[in-house]
Structure formats: C-alpha cells, structure tokens
Nanobody, 121 residues
Framework: VQLQASGGGLVQAGGSLRLSCVASGTDFSRLDMGWYRQYPGKGRELVAS??????????NYADSVKGRFTISRDNAKSTVYLQMNSLKPEDTAVYYCSADFVSTSEVWRSWGQGTQVTVSS
C-alpha cells in the first residue's frame, strides 16, 4: 500500500490544521489507520488511530490530544484525516500516517512520508 500525506504547515498557537492521508494499492476499508508524530531525536508516538470499517471504526487518542484532535476516515476516498484544533507549540513535530493490515495469515504496517507541523507561540 502507498500512503500520501499532506496538510502540514505553519500555524499560530490556538489555530487549526487538517492532515490528510490517501491510501492506494489495497482495500482501504480493511486497514486500521493511524497518525503518529516524531520530535527531533525521538521515536514516533501514536497520536490517534481508527479501526477499519469491518471492526467498527473505533478511535483512540493520546491523552495529550484528547478533545483537540479528531481522526476520521472516508472509505470511499481511501483517505484518513486528522483535524487538529487548539494547536499548541508542543504539537510541533513531523506527522506520519500509518496503515495496519491484520489477518489470520498476514500482518504488516506501511508508513506515509512525514508532513511537518509547526506551531508558533
């Protein structure tokens, strides 16, 4: 699967951004999707995730973004979104989308390219 992320940029604290990630090459509705972020010199941390259509599409969020970020998916467009509101300088990071496929016979994860989010104070 190929993942193409977009939507990053520079925004002032308190502002909003929406990230998008388009998947191609497989049945999007069967993928569990996620957004991760990475600070310089650190590992990637999970920001939000959304289960595949067949598992009910439940969502999970890191405590640091609950109430401010919303993950959603449009299976018809093979796209996952991350709506980020009330942005803080500590949200500044490179954001990556991920796609997980889990079945009884195979398990894999793919990553999109990162998109930089910079929040100025």
């Amino acid at each position: 699967v190929q993942l193409q992320a977009s939507g990053g940029g520079l925004v002032q604290a308190g502002g909003s951004l929406r990230l998008s990630c388009v998947a191609s090459g497989t049945d999007f509705s069967r993928l569990d999707m996620g957004w991760y972020r990475q600070y310089p010199g650190k590992g990637r941390e999970l920001v939000a995730s959304i289960y595949n259509f067949w598992s009910g599409g439940n969502t999970n969020y890191a405590d640091s973004v609950k109430g401010r970020f919303t993950i959603s998916r449009d299976n018809a467009k093979s796209t996952v979104y991350l709506q980020m509101n009330s942005l803080k300088p500590e949200d500044t990071a490179v954001y990556y989308c991920s796609a997980d496929f889990v079945s009884t016979s195979e398990v894999w994860r793919s990553w999109g390219q990162g998109t930089q989010v910079t929040v100025s104070s």
